[in-house]
């Protein structure tokens, strides 16, 4: 039995509103510029997306980063603080409008440019909601930390999802995390130097090949990965021996350097962190949502 600090982990509410998708003012075009240098005009991430749920594949659609589910944001600091403090897996509740007292979860963050916490509700609920209406999210698991494992940091893992992880420990003492697959470094893309508290990794697309031959050409949403030789314990950057296991939260780009995004969980410079690839290494079963 792994040791926890979740007697000293403080459990505090941060509140957020559904974003309503935004596209950039003049003299902007709302046209984005493909990798092959084609415009496309499409959905991006934002608001609520209803027929992209947890479990649906990561990448084919006509849109661009778009994130499953819903989308919420607060203004100023308060956003830095729901973006910071909610955990994945940590309970989400409506407080107005017509779905209120609908329940759900979060199940991802998005980055520079949105800077969303993305949540999952039932179909019913997202029937009845609309952009303004506020979440209200249990935020419980900034500061978590394993005993037996001080290398190791958590980012943005409730202590529901890391029961759910129940991760084993190797016979070489390394903590063995379930994975969909290992993403190698040099596909890491937008993200990197940035913050990894409150953003997302993106996975460059624009070698299909690579992407194939790494096992994630069925990537989903809510997939757990790992990425080798990548360092996310204060910004995102190459290092070598490092590792970094998050969970895809956004759909995939058209552009260069982008690509699905996920969101870190935890992240180690050192071997003590080993993902094992198996393929039902997913939010939707680990959290048995249906």
Not at 8 to 20: D, F, H, P, R
Request: proline share 6%; charged share 15%.
């Amino acid at each position: 039995m792994l040791t926890t600090n979740l007697s000293q982990l403080v459990k505090i509410s941060v509140l957020g509103e559904i974003a309503n998708p935004a596209m950039p003012g003049l003299p902007a075009s709302p046209y984005l510029v493909s990798a092959t240098g084609e415009p496309l005009l499409l959905p991006a991430f934002g608001g609520i997306v209803y027929n992209v749920r947890l479990g649906d594949r990561a990448l084919g659609w006509a849109a661009e980063l778009i994130q499953p589910g819903v989308s919420i944001k607060a203004s100023g600091g308060a956003n830095v603080a729901l973006g910071v403090f909610a955990c994945l897996g940590n309970r989400a509740r409506v407080v107005s409008g017509a779905a209120a007292g609908a329940t759900g979860l979060v199940t991802g963050k998005s980055g520079r440019f949105a800077e969303h916490v993305i949540c999952h509700f039932d179909e019913a609920a997202l029937e009845k909601m609309a952009p303004g209406d506020k979440i209200q999210v249990q935020a419980h698991g900034v500061g978590l930390q394993l005993a037996e494992f001080p290398d190791i940091q958590f980012k943005s893992c409730s202590p529901t999802l890391l029961d759910a992880l129940n991760p084993d420990v190797g016979s070489d003492g390394s903590l063995i995390v379930p994975v969909k697959g290992v993403v190698p470094s040099v596909l890491a893309g937008a993200g990197a130097g940035l913050g990894s508290e409150n953003g997302a990794l993106n996975l460059q697309t624009s070698d299909p090949n690579l992407f194939e031959k790494a096992g994630l050409g069925d990537l989903r949403f809510g997939d757990l990965v790992a990425v080798s030789d990548w360092d996310s314990r204060y910004g995102h950057g190459y290092l070598r021996g490092a590792t970094t296991i998050g969970v895809v939260c956004q759909g995939g780009s058209f552009r260069s350097g982008y690509g699905p995004g996920i969101a870190v969980l935890m992240t180690s410079k050192s071997p003590a962190l080993q993902p094992l690839v198996v393929p039902q290494a997913n939010l939707q079963s680990l959290l048995q949502i249906g």
